[in-house]
């Protein structure tokens, strides 16, 4: 039976929240808005409209909210293109490591495509995946599981089959929305995934399969337990 892994990219695979904070910031000042680094922390990893949306509230049309999402999104592809763009420790080791196991992989992401893309270009990794999906792809974004489940139909691989590698609190609660076990990265905080790590690096070399062996409610690994769904979720 195929197995996947679905990684989610800003975060997670690669060390992006530098470009995308210059590009925030540059971005609202041009619009006479001034964020907060805070701000910014607070919604690394949403779509730009949930961003916008909690940042200017009724202040904005949704035009101006497009405006306003192309011109951080164009800039935050110069600053890769200009400055390069660095994979997290494990980040290269794990991707490739996998590859050779015969694991399906993807990128499942909030970003846009375009942005994606060119992230993937600058490190020289788009062959390692299987499938791309975007922000362009679906119409709910996470927590909503709709990413992850694309993602692995295109794959051809069962949502039980499947591992989401992730560094937000929505996205694990997106894979548990889809039935998916989950690896939260991050050092900042533990995050209520199947399996908890402050670093890829810090995985043991057969730590994707134990997960994916493991028997009875998958997110009750490694001490942690999914919340239960919101009403109507």
Do not use: C
């Not at 609202?28 to 961003?51: C, H, L, P, V």
């Not at 509230?57 to 497009?66: A, C, H, I, M, Y």
């Not at 490739?96 to 015969?102: F, I, T």
């Not at 929305?177 to 905080?189: L, Q």
């Amino acid at each position: 039976m195929p197995k996947a892994v679905l990684w989610d990219l800003d975060g997670t695979l690669v060390d992006s929240e530098q470009s995308h904070w210059q590009a925030w910031r540059d971005t609202m000042k041009s619009y006479g808005r001034e964020i907060t680094q805070a701000q910014f922390r607070s919604t690394f990893g949403w779509r730009n409209d949930a961003i916008l949306a909690d940042w200017l509230g009724s202040e904005t049309t949704p035009d101006q909210v497009n405006q306003i999402g192309h011109a951080k999104e164009a800039l935050f592809r110069q600053i890769v293109r200009l400055n390069g763009i660095e994979p997290l420790p494990g980040a290269l080791e794990w991707v490739r490591r996998l590859r050779q196991a015969s694991w399906r992989q993807a990128i499942a992401s909030s970003a846009p495509r375009e942005n994606v893309e060119a992230v993937l270009e600058a490190l020289h990794f788009r062959e390692s995946f299987e499938a791309v999906v975007t922000a362009e792809d679906v119409r709910q974004g996470k927590p909503e599981p709709e990413v992850f489940l694309k993602a692995a139909s295109v794959l051809g691989v069962m949502p039980s089959q499947t591992i989401v590698v992730e560094d937000a609190a929505m996205g694990i609660e997106a894979a548990r929305r889809a039935g998916m076990r989950s690896i939260g990265v991050s050092a900042r905080s533990k995050l209520p995934a199947s399996l908890h790590v402050a670093s890829l690096a810090d995985l043991s070399v057969d730590a994707f399969d134990r997960l994916l062996a493991t028997d009875g409610d998958p997110f009750m690994v490694g001490n942690y337990s999914a919340p239960s769904p919101p009403s109507g979720g």
